[in-house]
């Protein structure tokens, strides 16, 4: 089989999918971190793969400042949530209420 | 020579460090903080905060005297193509250095008895600012991208700084998630218009397709293409989520009343007119050929981000709520001004003008929010507000002035601002966009003066117990009066007199 570019978008598209929906959905804090790099990840999927296809580096030079980003938000987040489980005792997001309505 | 070695010259000959040199100048000033940290003895730590706010004094004279034309480089690109150096974006640049000054200013009122590191605030502050002004000249995806996260980033520590408090935290994570997500959105956009728009096999495209000239020459061409319009609507969902639009509004008031008043201040004025300048840039210059679309996208958003703001803010009695809430409704308005200005050229010069008079109001209002919620959480609500003007006549003046100019009250700023982009929104015969904005307009007089009715006119029912344990005022810095009585003047000043502001932004 010849892999082409809409072999790699539909395979980006579905992740990014995944990712998005799992942020809607789930409600551990850390699975919702997850799916957030899954999505990224499914740009850097999409990059890649247009990279190659229109023959520039644009593309495969963006991924690399994408990682670095990612990193530095994960790293915050992390932070985050471990101060919030000393204070709280939990990650759970439906326990993260205090803030009124 | 080879052709590469001749490119790479060329680039390297458009490295124009001298166009950025009041965001290096914010950049060595965030750095020589954190050295004081280190060097400077313990007692001598308060003298921190005073080096932050005084650079950032001096920066802001000298951009003011000396580089107000942007230092010779208006009109040009700088860094291969990165940044784009425009009238507005030399604007904006004044203006991140004035809310930056004003956030540190309300910064060390606020964090001051606080067991809390003092310095890192300002440097994160400082960072912000600089990413700020890339931001709003930023000519190029990849730029585009790393300024708005070197923002974003900045915001999520900011938004958590009293970290003891886990409210804070809590903000500070649905912060994180939802503007996580929405760069996670944003940056599919981009990625589809950097394939659609770098297609070799297709006309007008571009090897250099993340460039915003490139790729709107080459939406010139194509702007039925799917690919396209699905990344551009993408794309502006994710400018959306820090305009706080609607639907992308829901964290905004759990993270203004989690976050500290200072922190609130600088989501609501800089993160948002930040918003507002990329989008500008977006529109005008990228999206501009798929006008069929654009348009009534942006209406839709701005109709119901106008609704929304102002129907919910209608019942609301925590004041940074109230703030957040009315704060998207005054994202509606502006949409209705980044619409007009499709048809309308001077529209853009209205759009920054009431981002100028909403700069105004909001820090005054937040100014005096700082001073009477000593504790985070706290002094929040309406009912903390009885009596104010009785007790500190200067507070309740302010705030009254502030508020006014937000609802729009003639004489003052607010109010010129709002008549600028309704005139602008009628000569583009958007007509729907403005009937809904004027009704916007007197819904919100309803909650900013039941606001100003419980600061002024509404007194504490006194019984005896209570009189006995009366609450304590607090007391205001002679500086603090200065500051805040010169925003609630230039509120007034800007009510009758546009003068040099309007000529600047005039030549937009």
């Not at chain 2, 208006?74 to 004044?94: A, N, P, S, W």
């Not at chain 2, 948002?272 to 500008?280: H, S, T």
């Not at chain 2, 919910?312 to 703030?323: S, V, Y």
């Amino acid at each position: 089989m010849n892999i082409g570019i809409h072999e790699f978008l539909a395979t980006s598209a579905l992740l990014f999918t995944f990712g998005f929906v799992g942020v809607l959905v789930r409600r551990n804090v850390l699975v919702v971190y997850m799916c957030l790099e899954l999505m990224l990840n499914a740009v850097t999927l999409a990059l890649v793969g247009f990279s190659r296809f229109n023959g520039t580096m644009d593309g495969n030079v963006f991924v690399f400042f994408i990682i670095t980003v990612a990193a530095a938000e994960v790293a915050v987040g992390l932070a985050i949530v471990v101060e919030l489980f000393r204070r709280r005792g939990t990650v759970m997001l439906p326990a993260l209420n205090h803030l009124k309505h | 020579m080879s052709d590469h070695l001749i490119e790479f010259k060329e680039i390297a000959a458009s490295n124009q460090w001298g166009a950025i040199l009041p965001e290096i100048a914010l950049g060595v000033l965030a750095l020589t903080l954190l050295v004081l940290e280190i060097f400077l003895p313990k007692n001598r730590h308060v003298l921190i905060p005073r080096v932050a706010i005084i650079g950032q004094l001096v920066v802001l004279v000298w951009f003011l005297a000396f580089f107000r034309a942007g230092g010779g480089y208006i009109g040009q690109e700088t860094f291969g193509g990165m940044l784009f150096h425009d009238g507005v974006g030399q604007v904006m640049r004044v203006f991140f250095l004035v809310s930056s000054l004003l956030v540190c200013h309300l910064a060390t009122i606020s964090l001051a008895g606080k067991q809390v590191p003092k310095v890192e605030f300002f440097h994160i502050a400082l960072v912000v600012t600089a990413a700020l002004m890339l931001l709003a000249q930023s000519n190029h995806f990849v730029l585009f991208f790393i300024s708005l996260e070197t923002v974003t980033v900045g915001f999520f520590v900011l938004v958590c700084y009293l970290r003891y408090q886990a409210i804070a935290l809590e903000a500070g994570l649905k912060y994180l998630v939802l503007a996580a997500l929405s760069s996670a959105v944003m940056l599919f956009g981009i990625a589809l218009l950097y394939g659609i728009a770098g297609n070799p096999l297709l006309e007008g495209s571009s090897s250099d397709s993340m460039n915003f000239g490139a790729l709107n020459a080459f939406l010139k061409n194509h702007p039925e293409s799917n690919i396209a319009i699905i990344g551009m609507i993408l794309v502006i969902a994710g400018v959306a989520f820090k305009i706080a639009a609607f639907p992308f509004q829901i964290w905004v008031p759990d993270v203004y009343q989690g976050a500290s008043t200072p922190v609130t201040a600088f989501l609501a004025v800089a993160s948002k007119a930040a918003g507002f300048a990329v989008l500008l840039t977006l529109v005008l210059k990228v999206f501009q050929p798929m006008e069929t679309i654009l348009v009534p996208l942006l209406s839709l958003l701005a109709i119901l981000t106008i609704l929304y703001g102002n129907i919910a803010a209608l019942t609301q009695r925590n004041t940074k709520r109230l703030m957040g809430l009315s704060g998207i409704a005054h994202a509606g308005y502006l949409l209705v001004g980044v619409i007009a200005s499709l048809y309308v050229p001077w529209a853009m010069g209205a759009v920054v003008f009431y981002l100028v008079t909403y700069l105004l109001g909001s820090f005054a209002v937040f100014g005096v929010m700082a001073h009477l919620s000593p504790e985070d959480g706290t002094g929040d609500e309406l009912e903390d507000y009885l009596d104010l003007a009785k007790n500190r006549p200067f507070l309740g003046g302010v705030l009254v002035v502030g508020l006014g100019s937000l609802a729009g009250i003639p004489p003052l700023a607010g109010f010129i601002g709002k008549l600028l982009i309704f005139i602008a929104a009628f000569q583009a015969g958007l007509y729907w966009l403005l009937a809904v904005s004027v009704f916007g307009v007197v819904l919100s007089i309803y909650y900013y003066f039941g606001w100003i009715k419980a600061a002024v006119f509404q007194y504490w029912q006194v019984s005896p117990e209570e009189a006995a344990r009366s609450r304590e005022w607090p007391e205001i810095s002679s500086i603090s009066r200065l500051i805040l009585g010169t925003l609630a003047a230039a509120t007034v000043v800007l009510g009758f007199f546009q003068g040099p502001l309007s000529d600047w932004l005039g030549r937009l």
